[in-house]
């Protein structure tokens, strides 16, 4: 009988790791997590607790988001780690790294970020999944900056995590309007 491959496992299937900080979690990540359950059984969202990025939501926060988008879903599994993402992999049954990218800027910190990866263990790749073009532009930092001015990120991020930022910036919790031509 042929050897059962790592993340092979007969309960789980094909499983990928989706590590990131999620501080705070957006459409362009659900994206990725969700084309790449049609290639994965199960995806593991792994958030860093990368403290030294002085994140603005907790790692119980940004759990608690992403744990309730993926409430439904079952191939999502959430969770969190410190330390090295390779020693946190090992201990998974996950086969692949799966990262989103964006434009040509994401290409270079990725790019060192896949070989670190890869050279501190030989055996584990990197996905990498392009962002649907209604999310290239989404990313965590420009979400907080533009909440955090008072623009409207609905449609950018899911609802929990609008009236989240509104409650971390004190912001009303009233729709904002999108500024459009004709106003
Ligand atoms: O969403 P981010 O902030 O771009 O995610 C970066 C993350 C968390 C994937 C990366 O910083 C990471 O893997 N951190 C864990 C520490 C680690 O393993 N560092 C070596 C890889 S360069």
Known sequence: MAKRKKGEDKD???VAIYPGSFDP???????VVERALEIFDKVI???????EKRPLFSVE???QMVKAFFKDTPKVLVDSFKGLLVDYVAKTNAIVILRG???TSDFEYEFHMASMNRS?????DTLFMMTSKDYFFVSSRTIKEVARLGGGVEGLVPDLVVSRLKEKFKLP??????????D
């Open 12 to 14: 789980m299937g094909k």
């Open 25 to 31: 979690i957006t459409y362009g990540h659900i994206d």
């Open 45 to 51: 969202i792994a958030i860093a607790e990368n403290e």
């Open 61 to 63: 926060d940004r759990l």
């Open 101 to 103: 990218l964006r434009a």
């Open 120 to 124: 501190l263990n030989t055996h584990l």
């Open 173 to 182: 919790v009233t729709k904002k309007k999108q500024i459009g031509w004709d």
